[in-house]
């Protein structure tokens, strides 16, 4: 028995070439069933390698989880692999079809699982790059508070994504905890002051900060002097004798 998939896709091959060469197995010759078996799981194989999505409609349930026919293989898709969310009732599946990818392909032991959950995180995390991929360093945001550690909270910007507020970007004096003054929930106007390797970073205090250009403009312009003379007449003009 081949212990992983390519000891499994040697023994096929060579089955393959024996059939075409029409040799003979243990002394009989592979019957049609057996051979339509073998390709379902050369096709099934490729499904794995490639982690094509397919679509395959359930045909019954178990406990655990639904199932479905692939190249007329069984495959068993469990509750935990059919949505993004808990799903409670899986009934509510029977009949329907579903797109679905091989997380599982071992012929051997006839196990074929499918999964419908594996493409839809792809789909959120190739959504939320693009998103992040938006967020630029001074981008200020109307967030919330979503969870507070002993190093900081994080702030939920909108739209999945979420931005680390470390414990000392929340105020110009020393807190002890983040705790001190923010709670879950609440709502915070936030300064993105770092984006690497898809983590963001904010801040409160960067909302306070003055912007040396914006204080140049701002900056109080004085009135022109009076003109300045040395005329003797101007000296001795307001001198009563």
Known sequence: MAESMDDYKKELDASFE???EGDVMSGKVADEEQV???????????LYDSKESINVKIGGMVNGGLIAYVENVRGFIP???????????????????LTVRVITCDP???????SAKAILKDAQRKEREEKLAQVQTGMVYDGKVESIQPYGAFIDLGDGISALLHISQISEKRLKTPGEVLKVGQDVKVKVIGVKEGKISVSIKALNAVDP???AEEAVELPEAAPITTSLGDLLKNIKL
């Not at 509750?79 to 079809?97: F, M």
């Not at 051997?108 to 499918?114: D, P, R």
């Open 108 to 114: 051997h032991k006839n196990k074929l699982v499918l």
């Open 36 to 46: 339509e078996n073998n390709m379902a799981w050369a096709r099934l194989r490729e």
């Open 79 to 97: 509750a935990s692999q059919i949505s993004l969310d808990y799903v409670e009732n899986l009934d509510e599946w029977l009949g329907k079809n």
């Open 18 to 20: 024996k059939l075409a």
């Open 213 to 215: 250009e914006a204080e």
